[in-house]
């Protein structure tokens, strides 16, 4: 067998392959021996076809059978010959019909990784947001716990007020007529939350407990419902109850409620989340302009194969955290085409990030220590809260262990980038004028 490889370009090779006259031969031999254990043709037994008769009348089925068979038991063979690996199935861009006495040859188009040596990764220059702890977003999550821990008693008051609890029975009409599904009897309604038809919440507030009153609204123009969408509708209401939010004391009981045992420790805990919080995105930040300058130094091609498995790999965590949500893509109105359109320049620019930071790697002989492993799998556990020993298990397999090691890289690379490069803290509204 030879091979003869050419480029076609930085991400693609024609392999034109010539298979030897002998292989040739006996493949064509099977062929018209399996073909004429099913022959039937009329004047004949069944299986028993003369030669002659056989391979004048199937040698159209012949030729494609074969040809098939060829590429398949030998285009494995030829390509762990090469010192690369294709990323994609083989195209076939020519292919000749196999003949008794004579090589039969075929060439295929497939992708590879593109050849990287990476440049100008050393000495970079990067920008990151000096980390400011804002106590007042600290005191915003403590209250909005804390609202979320409130009880609704029945209210005192008479009118309603927006974060009030109510019930309400209420009938909708268009042009007069009642709405399909427009009536509801006994609906619980926070009043604030944005939950209902945009403008319906708000001619709720100051309403009475008792009281009816009618209302007025337009459906907005992308409303799920067409034949409502854009329309002017009229609500007739009848306010039942009003019950009012009672927000809990933030004293020591109420750090019990997480496990904690004062409130002094639930602030502290509370500002120690939101720190770390801060610190990963601003660090996420900075690893997006690494990625950055990386792909401005090295502009390369990336393989379509690469790019769509990835791509694919994005939809299908979307999915299951849509899913997770009691959503789908009908719910939110997206096809899967304006998903892919969407997010392929994020796949694309992610892949030739993954590339670009793997010749990296390999140029730097960076290599995960087994210790490293284990952390990264403790850490793992940790964050999951799943038990240490079902984690490793997961991780032996070598699908799964091919991915661990790969995060584990792109973590240490970065490190050692970060590590090498000059780093300029500024104010974030400096960092977004940039």
């Keep these: 067998m030879e091979v003869k490889v050419e480029d076609i370009s930085a991400v693609k ?49 012949m030729a494609d059978e074969a040809a098939r068979e060829l590429v398949n038991q030998n285009y494995v063979r030829a390509m762990l010959t090469k010192d690369f690996s294709a990323v994609s199935e083989p195209t076939v861009l020519e292919m000749a019909t196999p003949e008794r006495g004579k090589p039969f040859t075929y060439a295929v188009e497939v992708e590879v990784k593109p050849e990287i040596e990476a440049q100008g990764y050393l000495d970079l220059d990067l920008k990151k947001e000096k980390l400011r702890i804002n106590d007042e977003i600290i005191a915003e999550r403590i209250e909005e716990i804390r609202r979320d821990k409130a009880e609704f008693k029945e209210s005192e008051r008479t009118v309603a007020a927006n974060g009030d609890q109510i019930v309400i029975d209420f009938e909708g009409f268009l042009d007069g007529k009642p709405i399909s599904q427009g009536k509801a009897e006994n609906y619980q309604l926070e009043l604030g939350t944005g939950n209902l038809i945009p403008g319906f919440e708000e001619q709720l507030e100051g309403m009475e407990r008792g009281s009816e009153k009618e209302i007025e609204l337009t459906f907005p123009e992308g409303y799920a419902s067409q034949e409502l969408a854009g329309k002017n509708a009229r609500f007739r209401v009848h306010m039942k109850s009003i019950r009012e939010q009672v927000l809990p004391a933030l004293d020591d009981e109420f750090a019990k409620r997480f496990g904690l045992d004062s409130i002094a420790e639930f602030r502290e805990k509370i500002a120690k989340m939101y720190r770390e919080h801060e610190e990963k995105r601003v660090l996420d930040d900075l690893k997006e302009r690494i990625v950055t300058a990386l792909i401005e130094k090295n502009p390369i091609e990336v393989p379509e194969a690469l790019i769509e498995e990835h791509l694919k790999a994005l ?13 789908s893509l009908e719910k939110i109105g997206m096809t899967i085409e304006e998903y892919r359109e969407k997010n392929r320049p994020r796949a694309q620019r992610q892949v030739q990030a993954a590339l670009i930071l793997e010749a990296i790697t390999v140029q730097e002989n960076i290599i995960p220590s087994a210790e490293e492993v284990a952390e990264k799998i403790a850490r793992i556990a940790e964050e999951a809260n799943a038990p240490l020993d079902k984690v490793k298990e997961f991780y032996d397999k070598d699908e ?10 792109e973590e240490k690379v970065v490190d050692f ?13 400096q960092l977004e004028k940039n």
């Excluded at 979307?318 to 997770?324: D, N």
């Excluded at 091919?402 to 584990?408: A, D, E, P, R, V």
Aim: proline fraction near 2%; hydrophobic fraction near 40%; avoid cysteine.
């Design 13 to 61: 090779k024609k392999i034109t392959i010539e298979i030897e006259t002998e292989k040739v031969d006996r493949v064509i031999d099977a062929t018209f021996k399996k073909i004429g254990k099913k022959a039937n043709l009329k004047g004949f037994r069944p299986g028993k076809v003369p030669k002659a008769v056989l391979e004048k009348v199937y040698a159209g089925q």
């Design 315 to 327: 939809f299908d965590n979307f999915l299951k955290r849509l899913k997770e949500q009691g959503l």
């Design 400 to 409: 799964h262990r091919k991915s661990l090691n790969t995060m584990i890289l």
């Design 417 to 429: 980038l970060l590590s090498k490069a000059r780093i300029e803290e500024v104010d974030k509204a």
